[in-house]
């Protein structure tokens, strides 16, 4: 069964501005994963987040995670039309080994 | 980072035929291969998790029979879709992982048209 959720479904956005994407999930987690998927690839890791930390970045991506609300969001700076794609997030219950359960994903359209 | 390939990337087949994609590791040691399954605009759906040697542990609603999965090395993991039909046209994606790597690495992805 689905464990995360992301919204929104879709997002449209123009170059240059942020995108925030967001993920709730519903069990305890190990820590959460951001994907990206072009259309009709497979998918690229972005970051991950463990349970205890609340804010990791890298780049242009901040991630936050607040456990206590079982949510986490993923944003995107000064978004460039090659940002284009979906994003998951995907959680991992265990520790020690991956086992990861994804989200619906979110679509991102950044126009020039 | 680690590289994981997937072979065929498109295959397109006749009902009734079977057809085996392969994932491989190709710069790391993949103790456990995932194997997902996408529908057009959707998520993914882990269809089964395989360990190097031993039977793969199938998800709830997924036929063992039909999707036959090999994990016979390290660097290679098989997935044959045995008499296929057209409802298992989807995308088929491959991730691995190490020994307690908390990070999937994964494959571009075999798309399969069953016609």
């Known amino acids: 069964s689905q464990q995360g959720e992301e919204d929104p479904q879709a997002l449209s956005i123009q170059e240059g501005e942020n995108a925030t994407m967001n993920c709730s999930y519903k069990t305890s987690i190990n820590n959460l994963q951001w994907y990206r998927q072009n259309s009709g690839r497979g998918l690229v890791h972005l970051i991950l987040?463990?349970?205890?930390?609340r804010e990791k970045h890298s780049g242009r991506l901040r991630v936050t995670l607040d456990t206590s609300k079982k949510s986490s969001s993923l944003l995107i700076t000064a978004s460039r039309a090659a940002d284009t794609a979906s994003y998951f997030c995907a959680t991992d219950a265990n520790s020690g080994y991956s086992t990861l359960t994804f989200g619906k994903g979110t679509m991102l359209l950044v126009s020039p | 980072g680690a590289v994981v390939s997937q072979h065929p990337s498109r295959v397109i087949c006749k009902s009734g035929t079977s057809v085996k994609i392969e994932c491989r590791s190709l710069d790391f040691q993949a103790t456990t291969m995932f194997w997902y399954r996408q529908f057009p605009k959707k998520s993914l759906m882990l269809m089964a998790t395989s360990n190097e040697g031993s039977k793969a542990t199938y998800e709830q609603g997924v036929e063992k029979d039909k999707f036959l999965i090999n994990h016979a090395s390290l660097t290679l993991s098989t997935l044959t879709v045995t008499s296929a039909h057209p409802e298992d046209s989807s995308f088929y994606i491959c991730?691995?992982?190490?020994?307690?790597?908390?990070?999937?690495?994964f494959g571009p992805g075999t798309r399969l048209l069953v016609l």
């Open positions: 987040i463990r349970s205890n930390e």
């Open positions: 991730s691995a992982s190490g020994d307690y790597q908390e990070t999937q690495y």
